[in-house]
């Protein structure tokens, strides 16, 4: 049985403007009967304000689709079209006190109703922007079309690569089968072969460059965050680079500092961006050590 | 616990009798039935009766044909691994597009490995096509694999007609009997059937047992090996007490058998009758004149399963839907769209199965409680309006698909 929230419950139950709304000038149908959810939005907008009177809705769907219909209305009543339409799919979710993550397209839905009605009464078109595919990661709710997209954009070709783009894949690593034939099918297209036992993209010395010049590139940006840490009496120190692991030494001020991790997770993005690759910066023993002295 | 039990088809509750003849092997005898000792001793004899009363619930010649497993799903891939590792000159497999994810899912693992599955489709009502059937089988194929019965419709194969046409072609015959066995009589030495699975917390043992059935002839490969257990051909120590519960369990169902053929069959025909007649668009789905005695499954159009459950649920009634929320998935039962059961029908099938236990009062209760909650969805559906669906109901709504 799905782990639903009390507030989700409570808005299945007892769902808020169910229903036809008389006088509606704004109407949303969206979803898909194969999925099993669809939903009718309908909203009563003053012309004159663009402020949303009333919001109503009907639900084909399960437990959660009902809620999030229902939690949608609640929340755009009262609001401009523009403001309502800020109303993003997590507002509903975490309204809702959250949702399953087999269960997030549910307010991925109210959100597109809510962009279809609007569309309908400012007499657009609205057209779908995505697709939704079978969810394969269940730990970060990431699905099959969003994976397949990805891997096709940046070229990749492993499992690991995909876990450092999407997530998938990064939790309980079930669905690393899956994820393995998706990588599978799109690199046959691109005519190369899947090699299971492949690490992520091997890129100890990427786009050509040798290991010299590719730590000469890391002491360069760490050269550039310098004086920003001088400033504030502190320093950091190359230690040693080991295939994707960088590990420096925080000296100073900034060993110890309780804002080390969050600069240290600035310089790795610095890193990666100047690498182009994916690399993971950690501070050795001996400042780990500093840092335990220096705590209170 | 209160409340009104009509899944019975998901798993069953445990006898009292049966956790009765169980408890002894934990303590007592809690020897290893391989030891010299007479720890061990009392444990082998234990399991020797009941291998003989699972012999008798499925009707098999020697009590040497029947393998202790862990599990409906570990019989079901023993069987057919077995089948293609014993004739590895044959590469081809039947089985059917509504068979239960522990034979669908293996055959689609196995066809990335190199094996050539045929799947047999149904009609309306579930039914197989026996002439497509008879030109798939060729000297290719190692098995087919059919179903018993039905786990969501209920609705029977012929299984004993397509073991005798694989037969007569050279193929092993695998059938999945986990909602059968324990339902209905089966008399396995008179058929032509090879390996049959069954799982015993569908027939009132516990949970973590089956059984694989392989009559004595047929050519064999382990799944797991290591020990002389069982004949060498499921190593690991014995599951004692879970197989003690199980041959208790299938004397008692094999006592039970004409109760469930003749009062749980009226039972079941009574809450489906009393639904229907009180819930308009509402229709059986599988094939009612051929099926479980236990099972209805009702297809309630316009509103979709995981619903239906949780407000049941609200009530107290346990029951399980095809819909595609139910199971997290992006559609809902390949049962219902093998049968060509619309979306807008399939999203919204509810399945009861009754067991033994099931009474008079939980029935009325549920025919009393169902149509009020369907026509609370039905409410909230854009598909219905008023009393009834919407004239052309899917031209009403036409979604865009996001």
């Given amino acids: 049985m799905w782990d639903y929230s009390e507030k989700v419950k409570e808005h299945f139950f007892q769902p808020r403007n169910a229903g036809v709304l008389e006088g509606a000038n704004g109407v949303g149908d969206v979803g898909s009967i194969s999925c099993g959810d669809a939903l009718r939005l309908m909203l009563k907008v003053e012309p004159e304000t663009d402020i949303i009177l009333n919001a109503h809705f009907q639900t084909f769907g399960c ?8 939690a949608l209305t609640e929340m755009i009543k009262g609001k401009t079209l523009d403001e309502a339409l800020k109303v993003s799919n997590q507002d509903i979710a975490d309204y809702l006190d959250g949702l399953p993550p087999e269960k997030m397209h549910c307010s991925v839905m109210g959100r597109e109703a809510l962009q279809a009605a609007v569309a309908n009464y400012r007499g657009e078109v609205w057209s779908d922007d995505h697709e939704e595919g079978a969810l394969v990661c ?10 397949e997209d990805t891997i096709r ?3 990749l070709c492993s499992v690991q690569d995909v876990t450092n783009y999407t997530k998938a894949g990064g939790g309980c690593s079930s669905c690393h089968e899956g994820i393995e034939e998706i990588l599978v099918k799109v690199m046959t297209e691109r005519g190369e072969t899947f090699k299971p036992g492949a690490v992520a993209q091997e890129a100890v010395a990427p786009a050509g460059m040798t290991n010299l010049q590719r730590i000469r590139k890391i002491e360069a940006v760490l050269d550039t965050v310098r004086p ?3 400033r504030d009496g502190g320093d950091i120190e190359l230690v040693d680079v080991e295939g994707k692991t960088i590990f420096v030494n925080m000296k100073g001020a900034c060993a110890g500092c309780q804002m080390e991790a969050l600069t240290l997770q600035g310089i790795q993005q610095k890193l990666m961006e100047e690498l182009k690759e994916f690399i993971k910066i950690v501070p050795t023993k001996a400042g780990a050590l500093s840092r335990a002295t220096c705590q209170p | 616990m209160e409340g009104i039990y009509f899944d019975n088809n998901a798993t069953t509750r445990v006898d009292e009798a049966v956790v009765e003849a169980m408890l002894p092997y934990f303590t007592e005898q809690f020897g290893n039935p391989s030891s010299m000792h007479s720890f061990g001793n009392k444990v082998g004899l234990a399991i020797k009766k009941a291998r003989m009363q699972v012999q008798e619930l499925l009707g098999a010649e020697h009590d040497s044909e029947i393998i202790f497993t862990s599990c409906g799903t570990e019989s079901d891939s023993t069987a057919i691994l077995s089948a293609l590792k014993a004739q590895p000159e044959r590469k081809e497999i039947i089985t059917t597009t509504v068979e239960h994810p522990a034979i ?5 693992y196995l066809e990335k490995e190199g094996y050539k599955v045929h799947y047999l489709k149904v009609d309306g009502k579930g039914r197989l096509d026996l002439d497509e059937y008879k030109k798939l089988l060729t000297d290719q194929v190692a098995v087919v694999s059919a179903m018993w019965a039905n786990n969501e419709t209920g609705t029977f194969f012929p299984v004993v007609e397509m073991a005798e046409l694989a037969n007569a072609a050279g193929a092993m015959f695998h059938t999945d009997a986990v909602q059968a066995v324990g339902k209905v009589p089966l008399n396995l030495k008179d058929t032509k059937i090879d390996m049959v ?6 027939l009132h043992a516990p949970k973590g047992i089956g059984v694989l059935y392989l009559k004595r002839g047929t050519r064999f490969r382990p799944l797991l090996r290591g020990g002389h257990q069982e004949r060498g051909r499921r190593a690991g120590t014995e599951n004692s007490t879970s197989i003690v519960g199980l041959g208790k369990a299938a004397e008692m169902a094999l006592e039970a058998m004409t109760f469930e053929n003749t009062e749980v069959a009226r039972l079941r025909d009574k809450l489906e009758a009393g639904i229907l007649v009180k819930v308009p668009r509402s229709f059986v789905t599988g094939d009612p004149s051929n099926r479980l005695p236990n099972t209805s499954n009702i297809a309630f159009e316009f509103i979709e399963g995981e619903a239906i459950l949780l407000l049941l649920n609200k009530f107290g009634i346990a029951a399980s839907s095809g819909s595609a929320c139910t199971s997290g998935s992006l559609e809902p039962s390949h049962v219902m769209r093998a049968m060509g059961i619309p979306y807008t029908a399939a999203h919204g099938t509810v399945r009861f199965s009754l067991s033994r236990y099931s009474t008079e009062a939980e029935v009325d209760r549920v025919i009393a409680v169902v149509p009020e909650i369907i026509a609370q969805l039905r409410k909230l559906s854009p598909y219905w309006e008023g009393d009834g669906p919407a004239a052309e109901p899917e031209k009403a709504f036409a979604p865009t698909y996001a």
């Fill in chain 1, 153 to 155: 954009a940046n070229n």
């Fill in chain 1, 138 to 147: 269940k730990c970060f709710a990431i699905d099959a079309v969003l994976i």
């Fill in chain 1, 228 to 230: 920003q840490l001088k």
């Fill in chain 2, 197 to 202: 699975s069954v799982s015993g917390h569908k």
């Fill in chain 1, 63 to 70: 437990g959660s689709a009902i809620a999030s219909s229902s």
């Fill in chain 2, 104 to 108: 669908l899912t293996l055959c689609a």
